[in-house]
């Protein structure tokens, strides 16, 4: 007769009990997830997680209360945890999973890794980690009513990188600084003003009107008499934000009159913009205070978030914001800067206001601070009871790899309504390691397409290594039969490298990189296509970095009795599936049949309703539709696993 302990096998019960697990994240799925595994009997639990508790994150993450404001998720979370379960040995670690402490070496110690991140570069980071160490990892993710869980073990399932995941979407910059049309494009602009003005500059996020748009063919030699900006008011020389900006003492007015009437004075100038498009009209500070009314800018009833201001009420906004910022700036000292958050009420304020009074410049209907807020922070509200589903599925999951029944898992996706069957979860098998994933493969390699005369080390290491392929501290070697070292991850080893031009090194069309990234126990061959036809502004492109074609269909696939208890006999071998690298890639299945996520996009008949990889934590799986009825989508947000960041 089968012993229990509770409702679990007595074997499983002891096993859960020694075993050591690691959750990495103690936000909106980690909270629940770490009250989960202390009840279900996991004793040996290890929590990381880098964040501190906000006001914002108490509504779902049960663990944190009112006077934890301010305190790290990870030791508050061990704490509240320990509340149900006294005799559990749970450690925290108030630090990032990407520190180089916490190695290969560090993942061998447990048995079971799950991940509750909120972020792509994390992900990317445990899966390597999990991989080398050869550990099972559980990922996971929600975004609003949606989500889904995971497993990925090396050599039997696809690993978190073996799909292509979008990009994030980016703007043309001439765009953003000449002729924005939608509102993103102002609050994109909002937000790299603030790091020109109170952050770290970058000369990628410049915000001055762009001379050099080829739209732009105007005569500049015109300039001088036709931009009659206001000497008193900010003189338009060309230098930077910061830098003009400091120089005035941050001064609220001139700062306006410079950003939204000199500026826009600027563009004006450029004839050619302006003849197929409404023409921007500029605003002047004196001017707009002297004709306020009286009521204007005052409070409006309603919540104060949702409120749209009028066009006063935001120049009144902007300069309380810049007040509060510029002080704050100047409380940290010389050389300090301030980090954009959207929980952070003088940035987000800032923002709301320099967006909207850009979109009133260029004829755009202004938004609400809670409007901004979304697309600023790409977020959607979070939804306790989904990260409460995913947390349990997670453990369940994970039950089934301590009772050695790896084969019996599956991606599970929780649909936002339910499918013909009635179903609001939906299992898939879980895919076999793509044969060509550049992480995973016996020998990962990748082809990249660049111009070996304007790819400079360092935007090779930092835009091209660290960014698009995850390494945290890569080292390159040229394979030239001399082994010449291109990058090195030791400090200040090869610095002098970093302005120089691939070319300068001998490399051209047909050239091979070795980058190897110890913290990751991992190195991916690079071969180099030169190429002097990119598109402009596209530094790069990773090539064969396209939609795998869908496998032909297949039938007879057998129907799930249950997702929810574990039950092997409903369960074959799997992973989460292929996910081509457009704006959205997870599909619902609007079925019961238990298939493979690859043919199930190849469903016959069958029509395809995608989500964005971000609205699904980016784990980057596919559901398909056997029919014609849609599932509901849902944009997505960033915050501790329970919302996501938009790509």
Not at 15 to 35: D, F, H, Q, Y
Not at 510 to 518: I, K, N, V
Request: hydrophobic residues 35%; aromatic residues 6%; charged residues 25%.
């Amino acid at each position: 007769m089968v012993q229990l302990v509770g409702s679990l096998r007595k074997e499983l019960a002891d096993s859960l009990s020694t075993c050591k697990v690691l959750v990495v994240g103690a936000g909106g799925i980690g909270c629940e997830l770490l009250k989960n595994l202390v009840l279900t009997g996991f004793k040996n639990i290890e929590v990381i997680d880098l964040d501190t508790i906000d006001v914002s994150n108490l509504n779902r993450q049960f663990l944190f209360q009112k006077k934890h404001v301010g305190k790290s998720k990870a030791q508050v979370a061990k704490e509240s945890a320990l509340r149900f379960c006294p005799n559990a040995n749970i450690t925290a670690y108030h630090d990032s999973i990407m520190n180089p402490d916490y190695n290969v070496e560090f993942f061998r110690k447990f048995v079971l890794v799950m991940n509750a991140l909120d972020n792509r570069a994390a992900r990317n980071h445990v899966n390597r980690l999990c991989l080398a160490a050869d550990i099972p990892l559980i990922e996971s993710g929600t975004a609003g009513y949606l989500g889904q869980v995971t497993v990925i073990k090396k050599g039997m399932t696809e690993c978190y990188e073996c799909q292509p995941k979008p990009t994030q979407k980016t703007f043309p910059g001439c765009t953003i600084r000449n002729t924005p049309s939608e509102p993103i494009h102002c609050i994109v602009w909002a937000k790299y003003l603030f790091n020109q003005l109170f952050g770290e500059e970058d000369a990628d996020q410049e915000v001055s009107p762009d001379t050099a748009d080829p739209e732009a063919a105007w005569n500049p030699e015109d300039t001088a008499a036709r931009a009659t900006a206001s000497e008193k008011d900010g003189d338009i020389k060309r230098v930077s934000t910061k830098e003009w900006a400091r120089s005035t003492g941050y001064d609220p007015v001139k700062l306006f009159n410079k950003l939204f009437k000199d500026d826009i004075m600027y563009l004006l100038t450029m004839d050619k913009l302006w003849k197929k498009r409404k023409a921007p009209t500029p605003l002047d500070w004196q001017q707009l205070e002297k004709t306020a009314c009286p009521q204007e800018g005052s409070p409006v009833l309603g919540l104060k978030d949702q409120q749209v201001l009028d066009v006063w009420g935001h120049c009144r906004l902007f300069k309380h914001s810049v007040e509060t910022l510029s002080s704050q700036l100047q409380e940290k000292g010389e050389g300090a800067e301030l980090v954009w958050d959207k929980d952070d009420p003088p940035a987000m304020d800032f923002v709301t206001a320099a967006a909207n009074l850009r979109m009133h410049i260029f004829s755009m209907n202004m938004k609400s601070r809670f409007d901004v807020k979304s697309m600023a922070g790409n977020i959607i509200p979070a939804i306790a009871t989904t990260n409460a589903v995913i947390a349990g599925l997670i453990v369940l999951e994970g039950l089934k790899i301590l009772s050695g029944e790896l084969e019996s898992c599956r991606t599970i996706f929780l649909n936002k309504c339910p499918n013909l069957r009635k179903k609001l979860l939906v299992p898939c098998v879980l895919d076999p390691p793509c044969t060509n994933c550049y992480v995973c493969a016996s020998k990962p390699e990748v082809t990249v397409k660049l111009n070996v005369h304007k790819t400079t080390v360092l935007s090779l290491q930092d835009r091209i290594l660290k960014e698009r392929f995850g390494m945290v501290a890569p080292d390159v070697q040229i394979e030239d039969g001399k082994g010449t070292i291109l990058i090195s991850s030791e400090e200040g080893e090869t610095e002098a490298n970093n302005s120089k031009f691939l070319s300068d090194f001998g490399i051209r069309n047909g050239s091979r990189l070795q980058s190897d990234d110890f913290l990751q126990d991992y190195t991916l061959l690079v071969n180099v296509l030169h190429s002097e036809e990119l598109e402009r502004d596209v530094e790069f492109e990773v090539v064969g970095e396209a939609p795998d074609k869908a496998p032909p269909p297949q039938t007879n696939q057998e129907e799930v009795n249950s997702i929810t208890n574990g039950n092997k006999d409903s369960v074959q071998p799997s992973t989460s599936s292929k996910a081509p690298a457009e704006d959205d890639d997870i599909m619902i299945v609007d079925s019961d049949d238990e298939a493979s996520s690859s043919s199930a996009a190849a469903a016959p008949g069958g029509t395809k309703r995608k989500h964005s990889d971000a609205e699904i934590g980016e784990t980057s799986t596919k559901r398909s539709r056997k029919n014609q009825s849609s599932a509901p989508t849902s944009p997505t947000n960033k915050d501790d696993g329970d919302v996501i960041a938009l790509d």
